[in-house]
């Protein structure tokens, strides 16, 4: 029996990391396999994680695109990194890990059991992309929870650069037709996350691994109930206006993917995406996806940049 495509692709996408598909891929930065009570089989299909082969004598700082960032990323402390809103640069400060929210009668690991009987979800934190939480990490409706806009470059600007890991780059290839900047080590266009601080593939007080399975899935790329972890992809952030000056709180992580490179904002903030006005933008002229929620939440303070570029326009939201 011939195998159907979908399910061609997603078995090439969940064989894509630095291991064999015959051994099972291991968490990142591990440098060993994953554990045999990570490889859960669940109704629909294997929970995979990739791994990354860092460098540590690397300094992402050194590569192009986040060469751009200078001078206002060098000046980053640990903690920090940079985002845009109403025109505007500003800084967020994290003053506490990331949290993605699993409710009592969730079942995020399709194991038939919903969380509440199932300790083994909390293994690993379920940070979901397409699969939002009713509520936000103080238990309060989501809806009352300020948004974050990560936008995605969703677009590939140079065929010669590779993905994080070979493999991985052979299966996005085959998935999409082409490997987007987002899941490379060096992007061709200025990133806010990773910071030049930071590794490929983190960022300060960031997951490691986001589980792309619920939004490919509804996309038809994959099975339903699929879990494919991949490496927290390259970002920036936007904000709206009225929380571009906010004291720390929960932020609720939405994902825009940004398929056109000229809708991309530059590292100072003077084209492109740089508020919600602009995203919106984009999304009407089809250069950026609809908006994807999760279930994953940032905790952090914004302040605008003093060394921000950008114009602010009256009545943007």
């Not at 000046?75 to 845009?84: A, D, E, I, V």
């Not at 490929?200 to 619920?214: A, E, F, K, Y």
Request: proline share 11%.
């Amino acid at each position: 029996m011939q195998t159907h495509p979908t399910i061609r692709i997603a078995a090439l996408l969940l064989c894509a990391g630095v291991t064999a598909c015959s051994q099972p891929a291991s968490p990142q930065g591990s440098g060993g396999a994953l554990p045999a009570s990570e490889q859960i089989m669940g109704a629909g299909g294997t929970r995979t994680s990739y791994s990354i082969p860092l460098d540590p004598n690397h300094s992402y700082a050194q590569d192009a695109g986040m060469q751009a960032l200078d001078p206002f990323a060098a000046s980053l402390g640990t903690n920090q990194t940079l985002g845009f809103g109403a025109g505007k640069l500003l800084t967020f400060t994290y003053q506490q890990q990331f949290d993605c929210v699993v409710q009592p009668n969730d079942d995020r690991n399709y194991s038939g059991k919903i969380a509440a009987l199932d300790p083994a979800q909390f293994a690993s934190p379920e940070c979901q992309i397409g699969a939002p939480s009713t509520i936000d990490p103080t238990g309060h409706p989501v809806a009352k929870t300020d948004p974050i806009y990560v936008i995605v470059p969703f677009f590939e600007t140079n065929k010669k650069t590779p993905a994080f890991t070979p493999a991985l780059g052979k299966a996005l290839k085959k998935l999409f037709g082409f490997v987007p900047d987002a899941f490379k080590a060096d992007p061709g266009v200025p990133v806010q996350c990773p910071a030049p601080k930071d590794s490929p593939g983190t960022c300060t007080m960031h997951p490691i691994q986001t589980d792309l399975g619920p939004v490919l899935a509804a996309l038809k790329l994959v099975p339903p109930k699929t879990q494919l972890y991949v490496p927290l992809v390259d970002h920036s952030h936007v904000l709206p206006n009225n929380t571009i000056n906010q004291s720390p709180e929960w932020w609720q992580v939405i994902v825009v993917l940004v398929e056109n490179p000229k809708a991309w904002p530059n590292a100072k903030g003077t084209t492109g995406i740089t508020s919600v006005a602009t995203l919106r933008a984009a999304q009407k002229a089809k250069q950026a996806s609809a908006d994807v929620p999760s279930n994953f939440f940032l905790f952090f303070s914004s302040k605008v940049n003093g060394h921000s570029m950008g114009m602010h326009m009256p009545g943007m939201p």
